[in-house]
């Protein structure tokens, strides 16, 4: 098949760089859950990974080490790898005629490169130039709930602290939190290798490298990337981000003024009725987002909402996500789903 005919058939010829990692595994899996239309899938990692192989729908599909060739007939390629990699490899994809969706921060802040979560500016996909950038997993759940805020009653201020969770970090992390845990619990040292500090029943304020403001890459990065998605660039927000002994789901604790007075009745009625926001706030019944409820739900999770006593714009919540899906690879994917279809005139790579 052609790729005139691939792209006219409604049908993608999928790579995913990067595709033995937490993140990657779960681009492969989201694929297969949605029923992406998917004609080849091509997975790429490092040599040490070359010939495993990973399912999907149904069959094993071996991976393959990314090479500078590896994205030839390729129409989408979902990229998570990190930086480097992206740096590497992106400019050749699209060089190939791809289109790649980058999960790293190589490209987030470069104003030729669209910041896309699709629930609040999916019109940015349009303009795109061969890459689209997935922000920051931290990123992504809270500006799902602050665009209806900002919509409905603009924004003033936002004060956002994350509680992250260990798979954030990669696989590394959460084997190191299993064995740290199990250490503990008998009795014994708990070893460390991926975090600064004993990760098991601890909390670490400390995600990046710290910065001569004394934020962390992290916490500029949920700062950098809010304005650029909500297109806000004079925004007043600050964040304090925090890893916590979770496996899975970033937990955010969120204070939002806004300009205008906007009644909790109506906010609610507000988060109900926007998409990929799912609310769980019924308190007399000890109802609200929980990180384990990730595993069940993709939206991103809103409870714990009520007025700030002190000021009348001020809101507070409590905001849950699944930091590989929603925050990582489902995104990715739904920004996939949104690429135009007909892309009948671009050349066949030879």
């Not at 740096?87 to 896309?116: E, T």
């Not at 956002?160 to 939190?177: C, H, I, M, N, P």
Request: proline share 5%; net charge neutral.
């Amino acid at each position: 098949m052609t790729f005139r005919e691939v792209c006219l058939s409604g049908e993608y010829r999928v790579a995913v760089l990067g595709a033995t990692g937490v993140v990657g595994q779960e681009m492969v899996k989201v694929l297969e859950e949605r029923n992406f239309p998917v004609a080849s899938l091509r997975l790429l990692a490092t040599e040490r990974s070359a010939g495993k192989e990973l399912e999907f729908r149904g069959e094993a599909v071996k991976i393959e080490k990314a090479g500078s060739s590896s994205f030839r007939n390729i129409d989408i390629a979902l990229f998570s790898a990190g930086s480097a990699a992206s740096r590497k490899f992106a400019p050749l994809a699209v060089k190939a005629g791809a289109v790649v969706i980058d999960n790293s921060s190589a490209f987030r802040m470069d104003n030729q490169v669209p910041l896309v979560v699709p629930e609040v500016n999916s019109q940015e996909i349009a303009g795109h130039n061969g890459i689209i950038a997935n922000p920051n997993c931290s990123t992504i759940q809270l500006v799902v709930v602050l665009k209806p805020l900002l919509d409905k009653a603009g924004l003033q201020r936002v004060i956002v602290s994350t509680y992250q969770s260990v798979s954030g970090t990669g696989k590394d992390a959460v084997r190191e939190l299993q064995s740290q845990t199990g250490a503990l619990l008998r009795h014994r040292k708990a070893h460390r290798n991926i975090y600064p500090h004993q990760i098991a029943f601890n909390i670490i304020p400390h995600i990046g490298d710290f910065e001569d403001s004394g934020y962390t890459m992290e916490e500029m990065k949920m700062v950098h990337e809010t304005r650029k998605i909500l297109d806000m660039p004079d925004l007043a927000i600050t964040a304090t981000t925090a890893r916590v002994p979770v496996f899975i789901g970033h937990t955010e604790s969120v204070y939002v003024e806004t300009v205008s007075v906007i009644p909790l009745k109506k906010l609610i009625l507000l988060l109900l009725k926007s998409p990929g926001i799912k609310l769980v706030d019924d308190t007399a019944n000890n109802k609200y987002p929980l990180p384990i409820m990730t595993e069940i739900y993709d939206e991103v999770l809103v409870g714990r909402i009520r007025r700030d006593l002190s000021i009348e714009t001020g809101l507070n919540m409590w905001i849950v996500a699944n930091n590989l899906r929603k925050g990582a690879a489902l995104n990715a994917v739904q920004i996939a789903e949104l690429l135009p279809q007909d892309k009948a005139d671009r050349p066949e790579e030879k």
